[in-house]
């Protein structure tokens, strides 16, 4: 009796043991519990896009699709309206595109958000979510009602001062039919002899309506970002979970901290057999690009993550790691992923390791122009197989 | 069985350059390039159904074989997500009976239907619903 009795405190003590390992899986947050994704999206004049639709999306998808063809405006259009209580995303994303500056001086602010330059229509992005609840971002630009100083727009020229009399307003009504009412008004603020653009919103921005994170092409695995979403992800006890994908790829990965030996904080990496951390840059440009992925993914746990070019810089060899690393992360963090790539050996990549997944949650989206029109064409795991076996060209 | 990324030969799949980018394409891709399409399961029939066809002196119709008969309903799929698909004026399917003609043909007609294709009641009879044509 005492034997069954001990043995039953063992194996009490190891489910124990167990859970407590299990704990950062358990605990989700409201967030996560109510998560609910991108099921749809519509585009109505952004961009190149007079009007646009993407559908079904999945987990996890990725976008295909000629130059120049729109897969970035998308990208562009769903962190709008992830954002869509806060202006200064619309300067962002002109700023990413580097019609930041020149945009400012030459009249081109908010212009070049609309299709055709048309600002006289208005933007409308509708998100259809995984219960079919619908919310609607209409963007707009009105008159300012602030007043425009005319001693300091004197000095920047007439094309700039076109866009200091208008706002851009962004109308979002949310799945249960609330409607909030935020301006951005363009500013030009002098601080000694320094002279600033600066956008005034109103009333200022208090949360966004979903958690998410875009990575464009050029900004993918910048260290103080990591750092940032690191140390988010640690002071929730998350980064359990960041290691645990992580080594998969890297099995003899122990432990990730943040140090800053010589100034500079940076993520290192404790690995067996090495008898001190070693910087997580020094692992490979695999290891490192998978690590920013796993990152941007846990710090928009509940949300989206946005990635253009998501193969940049990843050899082909590391591709099937890069995609188990995302379909992993996606799960453990209710993160839905849409990214965008050029490349075959992504796409089939994307497909091999989501069809070794328990779900096959990913869908390919071909964008195409045919007759002036952009559409996408959505690929299931069944037309998928078949569009690589034949193989079709679903890059665009 | 053939897997994706496996490289074949066949009508309709030869190295070409991209129409569009101008890329050279080293790897054979399909393309839809006649208006009436046969897909058949392997080499052997494309071969037996090519010569068949070359033999009438015709040549609108484009015979492409996808593998296996298991590949036709993905296959199947992809095709008519190809933008020129919408041009197609006529798709003939033909599978192997082997000892179950009547499963066989549900398995097409079932292939068809995931393709978002219409479907004929009966093997060999034709039916309308590609770009209005049989």
């Not at chain 1, 202006?87 to 994303?93: E, H, I, K, Q």
């Not at chain 1, 956008?199 to 875009?214: D, H, N, S, Y």
């Not at chain 2, 393309?31 to 015709?58: T, W």
């Amino acid at each position: 009796m005492k034997k069954r009795s001990a043995t039953n405190k063992q194996a009490q003590q190891a489910a124990q043991a167990v859970a407590e390992k299990l704990v950062p899986y358990r605990s989700r947050t409201k967030a996560e519990r109510d998560f609910l994704r991108f099921a749809s999206f519509e585009i109505n004049n952004f961009r190149c896009f007079d009007s646009f639709e993407l559908s079904p999306l999945s987990l996890v998808n990725l976008i295909t699709g000629m130059n120049g063809v729109g897969k970035t405006a998308i990208l562009e259009a769903l962190f709008l309206h992830i954002g869509a209580t806060n202006p200064t995303c619309a300067l962002r994303v002109n700023l990413w595109r580097g019609l930041g500056g020149a945009g400012e001086w030459t009249g081109m602010l908010w212009r070049t958000l609309f299709w055709q330059f048309k600002t006289t229509d208005p933007i409308r992005f509708v998100r259809t979510d995984s219960r079919g609840n619908k919310s609607t971002l209409t963007i707009t630009i009105a008159p300012s009602a602030a007043a425009v100083t005319q001693d300091m727009t004197a000095d920047m020229g007439i094309e700039f001062a076109k866009d200091l009399g208008r706002d851009l307003v962004l109308e979002y009504e949310d799945e249960k039919g609330q409607v909030s009412t935020v301006r951005g008004t363009p500013e030009i603020v002098k601080k000694g002899d320094v002279v600033q653009f600066q956008l005034k919103v109103e009333p200022p921005v208090a949360q966004t309506p979903f958690p998410g994170i875009f990575l464009n092409s050029w900004r993918q695995g910048l260290a103080e970002e990591e750092v940032q979403r690191f140390s988010g992800l640690r002071i929730s006890k998350q980064d359990e979970m960041v290691l645990d994908v992580l080594k998969r790829m890297e099995p003899r990965l122990e432990k990730l901290e943040i140090l800053s030996p010589h100034g500079a904080s940076m993520i290192y990496g404790h690995l067996r057999g090495y008898n001190e951390p070693v910087p997580l840059s020094l692992l490979g440009d695999g290891v490192r690009r998978v690590t920013s992925l796993v990152l941007a993914i846990g710090s928009a746990r509940g949300g989206t993550l946005l990635v253009d070019e998501v193969d940049n810089g990843i050899h082909h060899s590391v591709m099937p790691s890069l995609w188990e690393a995302i379909g992993r992360a996606a799960d453990l963090f209710h993160t839905q992923v849409i990214a965008t790539t050029h490349s075959l050996e992504c796409v089939s990549a994307a497909y091999e390791a989501f069809s070794r997944r328990r779900s096959y949650d990913l869908t390919l989206h071909r964008v195409d122009r045919m007759d002036g029109m952009v559409r996408a064409i959505a690929y299931d795991r069944e037309s998928l197989e078949g569009a690589l076996s034949l193989p079709t060209e679903v890059r665009g | 069985m053939r897997k994706p990324g496996d490289l074949i030969l066949g009508l309709g799949k030869s190295p070409s350059t991209c129409p569009r980018c101008g890329e050279v394409i080293e790897r054979p891709v399909f393309r839809i390039e006649k208006p009436k399409l046969l897909i058949v399961e392997g080499k052997d029939e494309e071969s037996f159904f090519g010569a068949v066809i070359a033999h009438l002196g015709l040549t609108d119709i484009q015979v492409t074989e996808v593998g296996g008969k298991r590949n036709i309903r993905s296959a199947l799929k992809a095709i008519a997500k190809e933008p020129p698909f919408s041009k197609v004026e006529a798709l003939g399917v033909t599978r192997d009976a082997d000892t179950d003609p009547s499963a066989a043909f549900k398995s097409v007609k079932a292939a068809l239907a995931a393709a978002g294709l219409p479907s004929p009641k009966k093997p060999l009879q034709p039916v309308k619903g590609i770009r209005g044509s049989t």
